[in-house]
DNA sequence: TTGCCTTAGTGTCTCTACGGCACTAACATT
DNA sequence: AATGTTAGTGCCGTAGAGACACTAAGGCAA
């Protein structure tokens, strides 16, 4: 204990029964589009418990390193991927006595975005120990470490979910992307096709999005490029009850 | 230390730099309606630090008595209100270096709705300590323990939110209602007035309520009561992308 | 009993915007 | 120049939302 003195008034004053207290981690389900499947980032735990089995990377809070939880989050995936500005979004926490075998924990599950083309893998490791890994395929083996099957699923509702009414899956694109892409992205994430009119008209007339003014070119028709504006931020670009669609 | 063996390799295998581990929480945002504005439920802190400030009732994980993260929730919210089977959301889990003078930690925020009529307040307590504040006059003061004012205002966030496309209102009135009764709510929450026709077509449509059979009676037209249905249970009634409405 | 007030609940019109699908536009390739 | 492929548009039918006037059913006072 570097710290006796805080932590026992902390605890009595709580009427906490002993010292063995949960821990609380920082879990990440990354995701990215490549050929168009949808993956998620996995390492090899190197250590007990589950030593060898494959984990949702995360860590613990660093107090001298981390000044907020998101930074816990962030500074996870920077070690894994290289990457420094992700779309980060809390998730859900879980938190119990069985998840873990040595006793009550704790952890923090965030989802990350991240377009494949940003990325540098596993960083300063041995580089077999971090691999994307098809998510259906991961969904479908149910092996992972821990409850890490069971909050990727979670993870995995969100994005599904969130992207019924955001713009979220722009995320997954570089800077420019065309519409066809766009499109692209949110069918595979969905599942099912969708209406090439009805898309456009929606996702342009939220008014997240601007031209870049360059067009794709390459084979056939040229397309336009766009880029996400600056009230494309909050991602959103429908509401449902009452007034207009925003 | 109660197990020194098993949290010494934890905190060796992922190369935590000493003991002193943030304390995980769990603080309840939890609403009413009364007399036709929303209401929190607000506690006197009894020790240091803060003593005396009001705050969100919360606590500490029990690690006999909890099983999971929201056992804390329920077993907190039960202390105060005397309620056991609220309707209970986990909002966001907050850890950051200084939301307590102590040092690092985090608090898992948890969003209870409940009927007014249900509660029975500070079970085996100064009943002073335990107060229904109306939300507005709470975000006003600004003057809640810690960062509870920012946790309130995000928990309110969501109640708003959710209450846009989810009949998740129907948790704050009895069992049986009326239609009028629960469009109030609806605006209540949401600060605006309705469209009746629209509202009562939307719910309905929704199919998530079942008549009780009963009428209320009491002052003019008698109306009639309405339940939650089996299939309310997910409290969605309305999707956005494609499809027909749900 | 009648008439009036209040709240419950409906009929119906208009208009927006979605899905659907056929169409045109602009390139590459041969 | 013809063909194929992908980008992007025009337009129609229709569902469902908002708006608001209307009817329904009670209490209450005279």
Not at 55 to 65: C, E, H, N, S, V
Not at 160 to 178: C, D, G, I, R
Request: with cysteine; glycine share 4%.
């Amino acid at each position: 204990m570097t710290s006796p003195v805080s932590e026992t008034t902390y605890l009595k004053s709580y009427n906490i029964h002993d010292f063995d207290v949960p821990l609380t981690s920082v879990d990440m389900a990354i995701f990215t589009v490549h050929e168009d499947r949808l993956k998620v980032l996995l390492t090899k735990r190197a250590h007990h418990p589950e030593m060898g089995k494959w984990a949702l990377p995360g860590g613990f809070i660093d107090q001298i390193k981390d000044h907020s939880l998101s930074d816990t989050a962030r500074r996870k995936l920077k070690e894994k991927t290289g990457v420094d500005t992700p779309y980060l979004e809390q998730v859900e926490t879980f938190g119990s006595a069985k998840r873990d075998p040595r006793g009550w924990s704790v952890t923090v599950a965030y989802l990350a975005l991240l377009p494949y083309e940003s990325i540098t893998l596993a960083i300063g490791e041995n580089t077999e120990s971090v691999i994307w890994v098809n998510l259906d395929e991961v969904e479908q083996n149910d092996t992972l470490a821990f409850d890490h099957n069971s909050i990727l699923s979670i993870c995995h509702e969100r994005l599904k979910a969130k992207v019924q009414y955001t713009s979220l899956p722009v995320n997954l694109l570089p800077e420019a992307f065309t519409l066809t892409e766009l499109q692209n992205i949110f069918e595979i994430i969905l599942g099912k096709p969708t209406e090439k009119k009805s898309f456009r008209r929606r996702i342009l007339d939220a008014n997240i999005l601007e031209e870049t003014g360059d067009m794709k070119t390459g084979s056939n028709r040229p397309a336009k490029l766009y880029r996400v504006s600056e009230n494309g931020e909050k991602h959103v670009f429908n509401r449902i009850i009452e007034g207009p669609r925003v």
